[in-house]
């Protein structure tokens, strides 16, 4: 891991952006901390650092408040990564038949989602063992965010995760309700009841299928983009339970 650039927030958070290997990311640590603290990280969709950055940098502050460190990373296939073209003819599909009204099949479901799982996940991992590795960063670490897909795969594979708050929203793979039933970690599901990208039944399927003792679903009304600020008070006392 590579540091490129660092400053404080004006709340004192250290902002530091780094490359692993070419893989982008970012790492905010809160002030004056202590002792090593615990980690969470920041998922969201494939739109790109740049374009995720101002809800990112809002979820970073949260933590630190929390006093939390958070850390993103780029995913495969976009900001200023390589394109993926079997994933950008995926996407075009997608935009077709939505377009044209068509049913969305799980042929272009598993295009789109699960190469981008393959590839993302191991990433995740190796920027979860090289932050770990810096001086005041420790455990436990959380996952909050999005692609859910994604975040239920590391609940899977990652042992060092002990609880994660995800966003559903995006399309699921049958294949991914199958690895669902595995995840035991405590779950804090966020649910936009009126997304109109999202289909309700699967998110609610899904939800359904995780083998979590303990899972909470937290469903608001309105779109995607409608999340209200209090559904961060709520995932934030959940990481305060978990991580502390």
């Known amino acids: 891991m590579r540091f490129t650039s660092e400053r404080h927030l004006d709340d004192g958070v250290l ?21 090593p603290v615990p980690l969470i990280l920041l998922g969201h969709p ?7 950055y101002p809800r990112l940098v809002d979820r970073a502050r949260s933590a630190a408040a929390d006093g939390f460190a958070a850390a993103t990373i780029e995913l495969p296939g976009s900001g200023d990564r390589p394109r993926l073209p079997a994933a950008e003819q995926a996407r075009a599909e997608l935009r ?6 068509e049913p969305v099949t799980d042929e272009i479901v598993d295009a789109l989602i699960l190469p981008l799982v393959d590839r993302a996940v191991p990433e995740w991992r190796a920027a979860l063992d090289a932050l770990l590795a810096l001086p005041g960063l420790g455990g436990p670490v959380g996952y909050s965010g999005g692609v859910i897909s994604i975040g239920v ?30 995840v035991t970690i405590p779950l804090h599901v966020l649910l936009q009841w009126d997304d109109e990208g999202n289909d309700r039944q699967a998110s609610l399927d899904l939800f359904d299928a995780f083998g979590s003792e303990e899972k909470s679903l937290h469903a608001h009304m309105g779109g995607h983009t409608g999340v209200p600020r209090f559904a961060g008070d709520a995932a934030a006392r959940f990481f305060t339970r978990h991580l502390r």
Do not use: Y
């Open 96 to 101: 077709r038949v939505m377009e044209a009204g």
């Open 46 to 52: 494939p739109l790109g650092l740049r374009t995720m």
């Open 15 to 35: 902002e530091r952006e780094f490359a692993l290997d070419e893989i982008p990311g970012l790492l905010w640590t809160p002030p004056s901390a202590s002792a």
């Open 153 to 182: 795969r590391l609940a899977v594979v990652e042992p060092r995760i002990a609880a994660a708050a995800l966003f559903a929203g995006s399309f699921v793979p049958r294949s991914v309700f199958e690895e669902a039933r595995r």
